[in-house]
């Protein structure tokens, strides 16, 4: 199959690849979403095809109205209603009990479905100009998200029908993933919506053990997605915790050729071997964004290790820190 590249003034094009039944991968604000009519059950297969994805983890199906939710789930309970309200459109995906109109193949036989509204303007039309979306994000599974539609191509070639080039994408990491078909609700994802933020809206938000720590022998996920390797890279990733001093000793230290560091801004001119700068230590935002390409951009330089801080966890960090912890294999060295 060839994949086209398609610019951001051919939507329409994509819209009817969609409608035919195709997969597309989108710009999205969070990362690119490889996108297919959420009620087709065939188009929506071939999504776990392309990706190599296992069949048992679900996708997150995304709409452009707030109308379009009520074809898709069971109950919008009021908690919901407020999330809907203060943060769609944009980066938090709810999961909710699903309607029986939902194939299979999305809720992956679960009893409930994940809903997103995204706030980027050609997901937006795409989904306006076609139907509701199932789409994971756009990568091979396992490895980083796709933040650009290089990154997609790189990995989707061949594999897909068409890639939208919106440029960058904003947030970076993929979307808060809240599950309301529980009370108290649960943050089993986080991302650019925060835990903060949740709670301040509806109260009580549960952190799933599943977000800081590796699933226990024989433990369910209440996330499928959150059991298997995530975003790993093919460099062997380790996090380091402790002052920036002793970061600085232990890196310096192991300067072979084959060794990269993802440092913040504020150490460049202190280090010693390759390095690829995510920001400023604090600034877990820009982390976010850069976190994703930094990972592609060690292996396509071809290092084989990679040392890079343990983030804190407030705010945006805890997103960042979730996605490095898993890329990494949960290995972390106390310094
Ligand atoms: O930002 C995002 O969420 C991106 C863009 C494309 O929207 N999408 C994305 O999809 O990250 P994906 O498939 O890579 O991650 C979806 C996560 C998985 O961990 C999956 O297990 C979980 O959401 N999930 C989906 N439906 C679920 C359900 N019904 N119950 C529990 N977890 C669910
Ligand atoms: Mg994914």
């Given at each position: 199959m060839k994949t086209l590249m398609l610019?951001?003034?051919?939507?329409?094009?994509a819209a009817r690849i969609i409608r035919e039944g195709g997969l597309v991968a989108m710009p999205t604000e969070t990362v690119y979403g490889l996108a297919a009519d959420a009620y087709n059950g065939k188009a929506v297969a071939n999504i776990f095809r392309?990706?190599?994805?296992?069949?048992?983890?679900?996708?997150?199906?995304?709409?452009?109205?707030?109308?379009?939710?009520?074809?898709?789930?069971?109950?919008?309970?009021?908690?919901?209603?407020?999330?809907?309200d203060r943060f769609w459109p944009g980066p938090l995906t709810m999961i909710l009990p699903k309607s029986d109109k939902i194939p299979d193949e999305v809720?992956?036989?679960?009893?409930?479905?994940?809903?997103?509204?995204?706030?980027?303007?050609?997901?937006?039309k795409l989904i306006s100009?076609?139907?509701?979306?199932?789409?994971?994000?756009?990568?091979?599974?396992g490895s980083p998200s796709p933040t650009s539609a290089q990154h997609v191509l790189n990995d989707m070639d061949g594999r897909i029908d068409a890639i939208i080039d919106g440029g960058e994408c904003d947030v970076g990491v993929e979307s808060t993933v809240i599950t309301l078909a529980t009370d108290p609700p649960r943050l089993l994802r986080p991302g650019g919506i925060t835990l903060e933020q949740l709670r301040e809206a509806i109260g009580e938000v549960i952190l799933d053990d599943a977000v800081l720590n590796p699933l226990k022998?024989?433990?369910?996920?209440?996330?499928?997605?959150?059991?298997?390797?995530?975003?790993?890279?093919?460099?062997?990733?380790?996090?380091?915790?402790?002052?920036?001093?002793?970061?600085?000793?232990?890196?310096?230290?192991?300067?072979?050729?084959?060794?990269?560091?993802?440092?913040?801004?504020e150490e460049i001119d202190d280090l010693r071997l390759p390095f690829i700068p995510l920001g400023r230590a604090k600034d877990y935002h820009v982390q976010a964004s850069r976190l994703f390409s930094a990972l592609r951009e060690a292996d396509d330089k071809g290092f084989e290790r990679v040392?890079?801080?343990?983030?804190?966890?407030?705010?945006?960090?805890?997103?960042?820190?979730?996605?490095?912890?898993?890329?990494?294999?949960?290995?972390?060295?106390?310094?």
């Amino acid at each position: 199959m060839k994949t086209l590249m398609l610019s951001v003034d051919e939507i329409e094009t994509a819209a009817r690849i969609i409608r035919e039944g195709g997969l597309v991968a989108m710009p999205t604000e969070t990362v690119y979403g490889l996108a297919a009519d959420a009620y087709n059950g065939k188009a929506v297969a071939n999504i776990f095809r392309a990706k190599g994805r296992p069949m048992d983890n679900p996708l997150i199906v995304h709409i452009s109205e707030l109308e379009q939710i009520y074809g898709l789930v069971r109950e919008f309970p009021d908690k919901a209603r407020r999330l809907a309200d203060r943060f769609w459109p944009g980066p938090l995906t709810m999961i909710l009990p699903k309607s029986d109109k939902i194939p299979d193949e999305v809720s992956a036989g679960l009893d409930t479905v994940a809903v997103r509204c995204p706030s980027d303007p050609n997901a937006r039309k795409l989904i306006s100009l076609s139907c509701p979306l199932a789409a994971p994000s756009a990568n091979l599974s396992g490895s980083p998200s796709p933040t650009s539609a290089q990154h997609v191509l790189n990995d989707m070639d061949g594999r897909i029908d068409a890639i939208i080039d919106g440029g960058e994408c904003d947030v970076g990491v993929e979307s808060t993933v809240i599950t309301l078909a529980t009370d108290p609700p649960r943050l089993l994802r986080p991302g650019g919506i925060t835990l903060e933020q949740l709670r301040e809206a509806i109260g009580e938000v549960i952190l799933d053990d599943a977000v800081l720590n590796p699933l226990k022998n024989g433990e369910k996920a209440a996330s499928p997605g959150m059991k298997y390797k995530h975003y790993a890279p093919k460099a062997e990733l380790t996090l380091l915790r402790g002052s920036e001093e002793s970061f600085l000793r232990y890196v310096n230290s192991r300067k072979d050729g084959k060794t990269a560091v993802l440092c913040y801004d504020e150490e460049i001119d202190d280090l010693r071997l390759p390095f690829i700068p995510l920001g400023r230590a604090k600034d877990y935002h820009v982390q976010a964004s850069r976190l994703f390409s930094a990972l592609r951009e060690a292996d396509d330089k071809g290092f084989e290790r990679v040392f890079a801080h343990c983030p804190g966890t407030e705010g945006v960090g805890l997103a960042v820190y979730n996605r490095m912890i898993r890329a990494a294999g949960f290995k972390i060295v106390e310094l």
